[in-house]
């Protein structure tokens, strides 16, 4: 209770201090706006800010799904053949020194500027986290409890169902957590590169003619997006230790 009081507080004051400088400095209202007039903005343009926000969460929204899918489907392949793993994983954090965020102009011309090439983009992004974290959880599972398995020759569906899942989930969770905010992050990245409509496009359109407003508001709503599917993360992981 105390600390969501001191958020509120702090919440507020930094509010009130962005209103304060915006109002009597000009450079300070060209660059960030102000509450005021960033909400007068939202009132009148909502319905084409509320479509870009829903534009960008479906994209990072499957994208993530996407991700997931692959990663859960590559380690319960990797389970089969543990010696994939020993070689697919050195090339996984190798990949990372490439930035993938440059790869956006690719999927753009590859899949065009719809949609495709945004969820890719989030999935690509979203994928490392989730496989990495999954493969963390299985080693960090005790050599005992492998011994055990195979003392009683547990068949390899019975130990990924009820001993590698539940016991890798804590890792899969803080995988998908940290997933949940990259897959906005690319979804972003790449509507910035070419897209219909999106928060990324809305972002771009506002440096190149100079809208705070619009690039505020935007902003705004990319935290709430990443915040909610963070916390549609922590839903599930309640759920499933429930």
Not at 21 to 30: D, I, W
Not at 121 to 138: E, K, L, R
Not at 165 to 173: C, E, K, Q, T, V
Request: net charge positive.
């Amino acid at each position: 209770m105390k600390k969501s009081i001191i958020y509120l507080i702090l919440s507020i004051s930094i509010i009130l201090l962005w209103q304060f400088a915006s109002t009597g400095n000009n450079t300070v209202r060209l660059l960030v706006s102000s509450p005021t007039l960033i909400i007068e903005y939202f009132s009148q343009n909502y319905t084409d800010l509320l479509l870009a926000t829903w534009t960008t969460f479906i994209e990072a929204l499957i994208g993530l799904i996407i991700a997931t899918l692959f990663s859960f489907s590559m380690m319960i392949f990797c389970f089969y053949k543990p010696k994939f793993m020993e070689f697919i994983l050195p090339l996984m954090v190798t990949s990372q020194v490439v930035p993938l965020i440059v790869l956006a102009p690719f999927f753009i011309i590859l899949l065009g500027i719809g949609l495709s090439s945004k969820i890719a983009m989030a999935a690509i992004i979203s994928f490392f986290p989730i496989f990495v974290n999954f493969t963390q959880g299985y080693k960090s599972i005790s050599k005992n409890i492998h011994e055990m398995m195979t003392v009683y020759q547990a068949k390899i569906s019975y130990k990924i169902k009820h001993v590698y899942f539940p016991l890798s989930m804590p890792s899969i969770i803080a995988g998908l957590k940290v997933s949940a905010t990259l897959a906005v992050i690319g979804a972003i990245v790449a509507e910035f590169t070419g897209a219909e409509r999106g928060l990324g496009k809305n972002l771009f359109l506002s440096a190149i003619r100079l809208e705070p407003e619009l690039m505020m508001s935007s902003l705004l709503l990319s935290a709430l997006l990443g915040g909610l599917l963070f916390m549609l993360i922590m839903v599930i992981e309640k759920k499933i230790y429930n």
